[in-house]
């Protein structure tokens, strides 16, 4: 019996050890940037709801729909200043019409136009029973008191928005994992939603790594750069939703860092932490993050530039290590941070919008790797979208990226000649 159960222990830990190790040896490995896409959103998880006003959503996921609480229009409504009329009246035009009244926006004509008979309309205001068209008022003549002339044959529902043209009550407007933009205001709030139904913004941490880097407001010394990486983390990730905690720079060193990562992932949703990924004797992001009992999901991508990207769960919260260099954090981050940051709010788009361009010059990828090479997409004069190359040199390039709109993707060992179409990624 004991036998037995020192045989089970002894299989139980020999797993453990085999699956740690499987893992381990399995985050290694260079991955491609759809399987590391894939891995994020297996990972996220989902953030509760809430209510808010209107006026404050716009950038919001919708958690709920929209949908239409009335008809729209709510009646026949006329799209020009004129006179209201039975259509067949107006055959024969010139044709002259007895005046009857007058129908605004918020105070309509509430009398059945008989035949012989127009109301004098405005753009908006309701179209009174009995009429079926509207002529406007440049094809009119006032022929004496009390009479309008019109002068030109109007047809059936001319210059009329009929009842429910544009939506009808209980239709969808807007669905759930919308994000709300300012353009959509309007429309909900047309439909009676003062308050608007929302997932939760993502709380996250941000930590800079690196004894070379000091703060934005400081002038370096000799071998030093600003910390540029925080502030435009801090930019991206508001944009996608979130709420941002700037925290301190890190120097170089195991015992610190292992202190902020633990303090940052008790009050935050994501983490991420820039520098300190790749496998130098100054890298010490992922030997933290091991000594923490983080599971590290992956560690190498096979993606130019990013390769050294992490991503890693640690009590249940996300980590993303991104490589130092800023146009390396900007191209990981719209790939990796923001799909999950989206995907945590429910958005059902969670990727940028790709689309097509057509190189002006040759352009090359790496060998081993896909490239996303920082591209200004602008469209000529046929209308085409053509590719403007930035003269990118390299992933600490930010001067060339800060003019970029695009992502153009180069698979790896490919090279496009002047000429052909690139996939693209448009930058939000």
């Known amino acids: 019996m004991l036998a037995a159960s020192k045989h089970a222990q002894d299989a139980k830990k020999y797993s453990k050890i085999f699956y740690e190790f ?3 040896f399995a985050a290694k490995i260079m991955i491609p940037v759809s399987e590391a896409i894939k891995i994020i959103k297996r990972e996220t998880f989902s953030l509760r709801t809430e209510t808010i006003d209107l006026s404050e959503s716009v950038g919001r996921v919708l958690a709920g729909e929209i949908s239409a609480d009335m008809d729209l229009p709510p009646f026949d ?3 020009m200043d004129g006179f ?6 107006t055959k024969g035009a010139p044709i002259k019409l007895k005046i009857v009244g007058e129908s605004v926006a918020g105070k309509g004509f509430d009398k059945k136009v008989k035949h012989g008979e127009a109301v004098r309309i405005m753009t908006g205001a309701r179209v009174p029973n009995g009429a079926d068209a509207v002529q406007k008022v440049e094809n009119t003549c006032k022929f004496d008191a009390g009479f309008i002339e019109i002068l030109e044959t109007a047809k059936t529902k001319q210059n009329i928005i009929k ?13 759930k994992g919308e994000i709300i933009t300012e353009n959509m205001i309007a429309s909900i709030a047309s ?30 010394a000799k071998d030093q750069i600003r910390n540029s990486n925080s502030i435009m983390l801090a930019v991206f990730a508001q944009i996608a939703g979130a709420e941002v905690e700037v925290l301190p720079i890190v120097k170089d060193e195991m015992t610190n860092l292992k202190s902020q990562i633990t303090n940052a992932v008790e009050k935050s949703d994501v983490l991420i932490i820039t520098g300190g990924v790749s496998v130098g004797d100054y890298d010490f992001t992922k030997p933290a993050l091991r000594e923490l009992g983080a599971e590290i999901c992956f560690e ?6 990013g390769k050294p990207t992490v991503f890693a ?8 290590g991104l490589p130092g260099n800023p146009v390396s954090v ?3 981050f719209y790939l990796f941070v923001r799909t999950a940051l989206l995907q945590m709010q429910g958005a059902r788009n969670l990727e940028l919008k790709k689309g097509f361009a057509v190189a002006t010059e040759k352009i090359k990828g790496a060998k081993e790797r896909d490239s996303f090479l920082p591209v200004s997409v602008e469209t000529n004069a046929e209308g085409n979208l053509i590719i403007e190359s930035l003269r990118f040199s390299g992933s600490s390039n930010f001067i060339a990226f800060s003019r970029a709109n695009a992502l153009a993707f180069v698979p790896q060992g490919k090279t496009f000649e002047r000429g052909e179409v690139i996939q693209i990624t448009f930058l939000p």
């Open 300 to 305: 190498r991508v096979s993606l130019k530039p």
């Open 313 to 320: 769960k640690l009590n249940d919260k996300l980590v993303f």
């Open 330 to 332: 900007a191209v990981t």
């Open 77 to 79: 409504r006329s799209q």
């Open 163 to 175: 009842r429910a043209e544009e939506i009808k009550k209980g239709e969808k407007i807007f669905s």
């Open 191 to 220: 439909f009676g939603y003062a308050k608007v139904q929302v997932s939760g913004k993502p709380k996250v941490a941000i930590l800079a790594t690196g004894s070379e880097i000091v703060d934005v407001a400081e002038k370096p």
């Open 22 to 24: 499987s893992s381990s």
């Open 84 to 89: 209201a009329a039975k259509a067949e009246d």
